[in-house]
């Protein structure tokens, strides 16, 4: 069911199973496996996952390549309600562990917050990354065309770029070092604009001189376009580029400030994980975009599917087999 | 498009970028993710994949529970389609590999078989199990309730088997002691059933009796029930045993004979992999059923998009980035 403030405090005393921070693909995805597991489950999110953004998913099976993230959600969102799972809108502080036990301390509602705390035997993390994006002075710009023809993952959108006229957003050199020259494999007519916030070194200008990749430092006031269809960027000295499509690259935040009390293996912000999704703590599994891998929706679905399994492996280990009691009766 | 042999012609003389062996979640998930990546795929499928089989998928995210695996399986056909990738319904005999090339036979059409040969760079071996069913005089009372009620993965339907009378058909003492202690975790009400295929030791007897688990030994005559609901099985002796679910866990085979020419590192039947699902050849893949891991359609979709990714990386760089032509000329 979906807690509330209102009806928050009859679930406080409740030690979940798992509790899984995030209500992405990955932590939806694992939530409806551990319902069917027969566990207890409570997912925390904070709203807005990276998903949410995204206006077709054109590559998730099963889905029509149409299909929004919105709805992706909103569906995993009904289906694991149905399993009875629990689903709190909230934000995750900070974690706690003493003697096998989770503390989850959850900031509930923006305005007049409430704290509360709910405890769980593992705990899935799932809170995913956000992406940074131009920082415009009306961001509702970046807004109004982000997820629509101004991407933020390559591997996702790469193919909707296929020869467009694309404008390449950097945060760094090694944005551009790291992104452009693949990006070629879709389109190699790009336009980068470092924006003036760094500066690119004279090695790096004659390798993009020698691919004909185009060159803007002066900052962008405005992306141009309707109908949530970006036709190109209006720079602050008024002169305007024409642009098909673009992508944004100038890093991500990865929400994991709640780990911060546990020591965790970790590879360049990511956390290192087995097969299962088991991070190098015994009970803390991490899905999606967190842990070290390709950050795709589909494959964060099927990270929730490993991590609940294997969670549900050891708690049915330490539970042991059941007896059927009714026919030893009958037997006795 | 959809090859057949009217025109197959065309094709034969292409190399592939990669040709995926089986149309299931896991290879059309690969399918689409190769189209999209701008290379050229085929996927050879023999039809009837294990999904195929599933009336209800339940706990695949993004889609409704009583989803079948039939309409996964055409949606991801159609998405495959519609990014131009190429589908063939052929049965893969066998792989050769010379030059680093890959030589795909195909036997198309089960009457009146023709035989042609595909190559590719790289190869995804996608072609999953088949399960062992319960062998019936007259298997058409299997398949009445195969899929509806009566199960073949326990990850994916114990929960809805919980507190069921469920009959356990199992094919050795093996698949006893793997799986019943388990499948109590849903419901301890068990009937065993050998259907007379092995001799029960003394010691798992005991065993199935201090859980007062019943063991029927007679063989299964049929399975009763009507509208694909299975409600018991009548035995050779003419007597009925009552169920209201059934779990059936009588072995897979693995459908791989093909890559028997090729050395490839298994562990107990399955390929083993890494995190991107390369196996021990280093271009080829292996994703859902066949590799070493849960056998889920949320996994294997995800698999497939790993493994056409990491193919993808490796062609770009063996192709290196483009230049933007147009800009040069306007440059020089």
Known sequence: MKLNRTNLEQ??????????????????????????????????DKGKARSFW???????????????????????????SALAGNFLEGYVEAVTEEENTFTVRIKVGRQN???VMFQSKYLIVASGIIDHLLPLDDMQNVYDYAGYNLHVCMVCDGYEMTDKLCGFFAGSEASIEEMVFNLSWFTPRITIFTHGLFEVSGQMRSQLQEYGYRLVETPIQKFLGENHQMTGVE????????????????GSRYHNTYLKGIDLEMKGGNLITDKMGRTSHPRIFAIGNLKVGLNQVVVA????????????????????????QENLKILA
Not at 58 to 69: C, F, K, M, V
Not at 238 to 250: N, P, Q, R
Request: glycine share 14%.
């Open 113 to 115: 917050s409430r704290y």
């Open 11 to 44: 679930h406080l005393d409740h030690l979940y199973d798992a509790i899984v921070v995030g209500g992405g693909a990955g932590g939806l995805s694992a939530g409806i496996y551990l319902q069917r597991f027969r566990l207890s489950s409570l997912i925390i």
């Open 235 to 250: 720079l602050i000295d008024g002169s305007v580029i024409e642009l098909e499509t673009g992508l944004i690259s100038m």
């Open 301 to 324: 679905a099927g990270d929730g599917a490993l991590a609940a399994t294997q969670i549900w492996r050891e708690i049915r280990k330490d539970t042991g087999p059941r007896k059927w």
């Open 54 to 80: 995204m206006q077709a998913l054109h590559n998730y099976l099963g889905l029509s390549p149409d299909t929004s993230g919105r709805q992706l959600l909103q569906q995993g969102k009904q289906h694991y």
